[in-house]
């Protein structure tokens, strides 16, 4: 069994910048891609982005890309996600994710955490 749990949120003004951290426990999150969604009041949960195991190659949604970036340090078992130029439309509860494939939905998730509320007032 794998825990995730993030850490990082918080209430931040429009243009600043917040990195959330997701730290695994239970077994070695080698082999698994890991990744952040985000779920806004009122709306479904959504992919942010992903870092595969090994290559680390990234993938980001549309809406981030150029100012998010994800990464992975497999010896503390522990994924980033470094948000800059927050927006009001950011404003979620970010979940961290691992799979065993690369991610196109939530349905592709094995494991969750709990999640961290980013709040960007305007």
């Known amino acids: 069994q794998v825990q995730l749990g993030e850490s990082g949120g918080g209430l931040v003004q429009a243009g600043e910048s917040l990195r959330l951290s997701c730290a695994a426990s239970?077994?070695?999150?080698?082999?698994?891609?890991m990744g952040w969604f985000r779920q806004a009041p009122g709306k479904e949960r959504e992919f942010v982005a992903a870092?595969?195991?090994?290559?680390?190659?990234?993938n980001y949604a549309d809406s981030v890309k150029g100012r998010f970036t994800i990464s992975r340090d497999n010896a503390k078992n522990t994924v980033y996600l470094q948000m800059n130029s927050l927006k009001p439309e950011d404003t979620a509860v970010y979940y961290c994710?691992?799979?065993?494939?690369?991610?196109?939905?939530?349905?592709?998730?094995?494991?969750w955490g709990k999640g961290t509320l980013v709040t960007v007032s305007s």
């Open positions: 870092i595969r195991w090994g290559t680390y190659t990234t």
């Open positions: 239970g077994r070695t999150l080698v082999m698994y891609t």
């Open positions: 994710a691992a799979s065993r494939v690369v991610p196109t939905g939530a349905h592709d998730i094995d494991y």
